[in-house]
């Protein structure tokens, strides 16, 4: 298991996830913007809306999941 946190993945604050693959931990921050910002918070609007964004347009989200998959890979396991 490895950890990162919303911030990691472009979010505002520093709620960890933690998960066995990248995959595991991007659903995990997808799930989380979408809970906040329906509860009411607005600065994880952005990212919510980045997020989105990167599902509708799978080639330019291409780049962001690159990166988090990297990152992701580097971290030493939990
Ligand atoms: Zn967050």
Redesign the pocket.
């Known amino acids: 298991m490895k950890t990162m946190t919303?911030?990691q993945l472009g979010?505002?604050?520093?709620?960890p996830h933690h998960g066995e693959s990248a995959d595991d931990v991007i659903k995990a921050?997808d799930r989380?913007?979408k809970d906040?910002v329906a509860s009411g918070d607005t600065?994880?609007e952005q990212?919510l809306k980045e997020m989105k964004g990167r599902w509708k347009n799978p080639l330019k989200g291409m780049g962001w999941y690159k990166t988090a998959k990297s990152d992701f890979a580097a971290l030493p396991d939990d």
Do not use: E
């Open positions: 919303c911030r979010g505002p604050c520093d709620q921050q989380h913007l906040v600065a994880h990212a």
